[in-house]
C-alpha cells in the first residue's frame, strides 16, 4: 500500500474552517456535475460536519444532481437523534430541495450485519465517490474505523464493516472499510478543537491511525482550526 499523501489546511476557527470546507465542497460539486453529470459525496458525523452542512443550507445548487452517502452510521432507530443521516437532514438536507431518493442513507436499524450487508448491495452499483468527508476522534479513529480493530484496508477488503465492539456507545455500528472510503477523487478530513491536538500530532509523527490508512490516490486534505494544530 502507498504512502498516505496529506495537505495540511489551518484556518483561524471552526467558523472559517465551515466557510472553506463548503466552498470546496460546492467546488467539487461543480466540477463534478459539468464532468460526469452527478456528484457523489459521503458525508461524516459530529459536530465539525454540522457547521459545514449549514454553511451548504444557505447555498444554492443544483442539488437534483447531488447523490449522498454516509461513512459509517449507529446502529439505532430510524430518525434517532444520534444518527449522523439524522444530523444531515436537520442541519443541510431537509432545508434544501434535496429529493429523498437522492440520499442513500445506511440502514443500520436493520442490525450491524444485515445493515453492512445491505449497504454494501448498493455500492457495488457505484463507482468512485467524487468526495468523502471524515473527522478524526481523540484516539485517531474516523469513521467507525477504531484503533486495534478491523479497518478494511487490505487489498480484497469489502465495502462495509460490521462494527460489534466500537470503545464509543453505541457499539453496535455499520462503517464503510478504508479501502471503500480510498476510492474517492478526493477526501477532506474536518478537525476542530484542541481536544485533537494529540492525535494530530500522532498523525503527523507517522502513527499508525485509523485516520493515516485512508490512502486515496490524490492523498487527503486535512482541515484543521488553529486550536487542533500542534
Same mark, same amino acid.
Given at each position: 500500500? +502507498?504512502?498516505?499523501?496529506?495537505?495540511?489546511?489551518?484556518?483561524?476557527?471552526? %467558523?472559517?474552517?465551515? !466557510?472553506?470546507?463548503?466552498?470546496?465542497?460546492?467546488?467539487?460539486?461543480? /466540477?463534478?456535475?459539468?464532468?460526469?453529470? %452527478?456528484?457523489?459525496?459521503?458525508?461524516?458525523? !459530529?459536530?465539525?460536519?454540522?457547521?459545514?452542512?449549514?454553511?451548504?443550507?444557505?447555498?444554492?445548487?443544483?442539488?437534483?444532481?447531488? #447523490?449522498?452517502?454516509?461513512?459509517?452510521?449507529?446502529?439505532?432507530?430510524? $430518525?434517532?437523534? !444520534?444518527? $449522523?443521516? +439524522?444530523?444531515?437532514?436537520? @442541519?443541510?438536507?431537509?432545508?434544501?430541495?434535496?429529493?429523498?431518493? =437522492?440520499?442513500?442513507?445506511?440502514?443500520?436499524?436493520?442490525?450491524?450485519?444485515?445493515? @453492512?450487508?445491505?449497504?454494501?448491495?448498493?455500492? #457495488?452499483?457505484?463507482?468512485?465517490?467524487?468526495?468523502?468527508?471524515?473527522?478524526?476522534?481523540?484516539?485517531?479513529?474516523?469513521?467507525?474505523?477504531?484503533?486495534?480493530?478491523?479497518?478494511?484496508?487490505?487489498?480484497?477488503?469489502?465495502?462495509?464493516?460490521?462494527?460489534?465492539?466500537?470503545?464509543?456507545?453505541?457499539?453496535?455500528?455499520?462503517?464503510?472499510?478504508?479501502? #471503500?472510503?480510498?476510492? +474517492?477523487? %478526493?477526501?477532506?478530513?474536518?478537525?476542530?478543537?484542541? =481536544?485533537?491536538?494529540?492525535?494530530?500530532? /500522532?498523525? %503527523?509523527?507517522?502513527?499508525?491511525?485509523?485516520?493515516? #490508512?485512508?490512502?486515496?490516490? !490524490?492523498?487527503?486534505?486535512?482541515?484543521?482550526?488553529? /486550536?487542533?494544530?500542534?
Amino acid at each position: 500500500m +502507498t504512502d498516505q499523501i496529506v495537505r495540511w489546511h489551518v484556518l483561524p476557527d471552526g %467558523q472559517a474552517l465551515a !466557510g472553506e470546507v463548503s466552498r470546496e465542497i460546492l467546488d467539487a460539486a461543480h /466540477a463534478a456535475i459539468r464532468s460526469r453529470g %452527478q456528484f457523489h459525496i459521503v458525508l461524516a458525523g !459530529g459536530e465539525t460536519p454540522r457547521s459545514v452542512y449549514a454553511q451548504l443550507a444557505a447555498q444554492s445548487a443544483v442539488w437534483s444532481k447531488w #447523490r449522498i452517502y454516509f461513512g459509517d452510521e449507529r446502529c439505532l432507530p430510524a $430518525n434517532d437523534p !444520534g444518527r $449522523n443521516d +439524522t444530523m444531515a437532514w436537520e @442541519a443541510w438536507l431537509a432545508r434544501v430541495t434535496m429529493a429523498p431518493e =437522492n440520499v442513500l442513507a445506511i440502514p443500520a436499524e436493520l442490525g450491524a450485519e444485515q445493515g @453492512a450487508l445491505r449497504y454494501g448491495a448498493t455500492l #457495488r452499483q457505484l463507482g468512485d465517490f467524487d468526495l468523502v468527508l471524515l473527522g478524526l476522534g481523540e484516539d485517531g479513529h474516523t469513521a467507525s474505523l477504531f484503533p486495534r480493530r478491523a479497518l478494511g484496508d487490505d487489498v480484497g477488503a469489502p465495502d462495509t464493516l460490521a462494527v460489534h465492539d466500537a470503545p464509543k456507545p453505541p457499539a453496535e455500528r455499520v462503517s464503510l472499510s478504508a479501502a #471503500r472510503l480510498a476510492r +474517492t477523487r %478526493q477526501v477532506f478530513f474536518l478537525v476542530t478543537g484542541a =481536544n485533537k491536538r494529540a492525535a494530530v500530532m /500522532a498523525w %503527523q509523527g507517522g502513527e499508525a491511525l485509523p485516520a493515516s #490508512r485512508i490512502r486515496p490516490l !490524490g492523498g487527503v486534505d486535512v482541515f484543521l482550526d488553529a /486550536a487542533a494544530m500542534p
